[in-house]
């Protein structure tokens, strides 16, 4: 019904109706306010003010704030592999280089975010459990997937694989390194395995009150990836209060800088490993990031680490 954006009255037509199902399919930019909204939301834009686009990249691409009403950065429409094309990649590589991480919005619905914690106590999915008190990493507790993984981390670790590759090897030829990673991560998985690195590092963390993870990165052999991704599968406010996400950045002959990362339910993070490159007045040097999480308050959060290189 939507296929066509320019110059077609259907759009309008939805609009003006608040229809439902057209939600996802466009969305309306208002060119007074700055804000891009769902073809549901409440608001009365005046038609003169409208354009239309097909995803949320174009609108925040053309300058577009969501609207805090319809919240159309938190529409869940399509398969996973549709979400993820829907990101605004170029945007994603712009905040990584400057930043060292870049929020990719939302991936997971409220569903999935369960489906996927609920995992954690049925312990089938997992190949390893590790106590972070014990080894001194924190307060709080992971589990390691086995492979098979479930469908929905699979994917996510594949398809998400795809679209940063193509960064990190950008990053490593900035860094003094000749040499792309592979495109497909059925291949680079195959790579960390001729390095002595097999078993699958995508895991579950759990926080409880009092818990929190110390300032790490994620290094397990000497095949490393270089970006990694991190999607909050509970709703702060509701599931837990505190527990920020927490990002330092140290760069030579400089004090670290630190991040916090606003992140809602089903939303997803890409950020550094370890080194990244940023431009020098002598070329591209080293930056170290590490991660980390601050002291829950109270309640559980349950996060999904995809971590793309394997483990020895």
């Known amino acids: 019904m939507f296929d066509e954006l320019d110059g077609d009255d259907r759009l309008w037509a939805a609009v003006v109706a608040r229809d439902p199902s057209a939600d996802g399919a466009f969305y309306c930019c208002v060119r007074t306010t700055k804000v891009y909204c769902r073809p549901s939301c409440a608001g009365r834009p005046l038609r003169k003010n409208l354009f239309f686009v097909r995803t949320r990249a174009e609108a925040e691409r053309s300058g577009m704030r969501a609207c805090k009403r319809c919240r159309p950065d938190r529409l869940i429409r399509g398969a996973l592999c549709e979400r993820i094309s829907a990101v605004d990649w170029p945007g994603v590589e712009a905040k990584l280089d400057d930043l060292g991480f870049a929020r990719l919005g939302r991936l997971l619905s409220d569903v999935e975010c369960e489906r ?43 398809d998400l694989y795809a679209r940063v590759a193509p960064i990190a090897s950008v990053w490593r030829r900035r860094l003094g390194e000749d040499r792309p990673y592979p495109q497909a991560h059925a291949d680079y998985r195959a790579l960390c395995a001729s390095a002595g690195q097999n078993r699958p590092t995508p ?9 929190y993870n110390r300032l790490h990165q994620d290094l397990y052999g000497s095949e490393t990836f270089p970006i990694q991704i991190a999607i909050l599968l509970s709703a702060p406010g509701k599931d837990f209060d505190g527990g920020e996400f927490i990002l330092t950045e140290q760069r ?12 809602e339910q089903g939303d997803a993070v890409a950020f550094a ?8 007045a002598k070329g591209p040097y080293r930056a170290k990031m590490r991660h980390g999480v601050a002291t829950l308050r109270s309640g559980r959060r349950m996060t999904l680490g995809v ?6």
Not at 273 to 280: C, H, K, S
């Open 273 to 280: 490993v370890n080194d990244r490159p940023v431009e020098g």
């Open 203 to 211: 895991l579950l963390l759990s926080y409880g009150p009092g818990d």
């Open 307 to 312: 971590i793309f290189h394997d483990a020895p």
């Open 252 to 263: 030579p002959r400089m004090q670290a800088r630190a991040h916090v990362v606003p992140l």
């Open 116 to 158: 996927l914690a609920a995992l954690y106590g049925a312990g089938g999915e997992f190949r390893s459990t590790v106590t972070m008190a014990r080894h001194g990493f924190g307060a709080g507790e992971y589990k390691y997937f086995a492979d098979p993984m479930p469908e929905l981390v699979e994917t996510l670790r594949t």
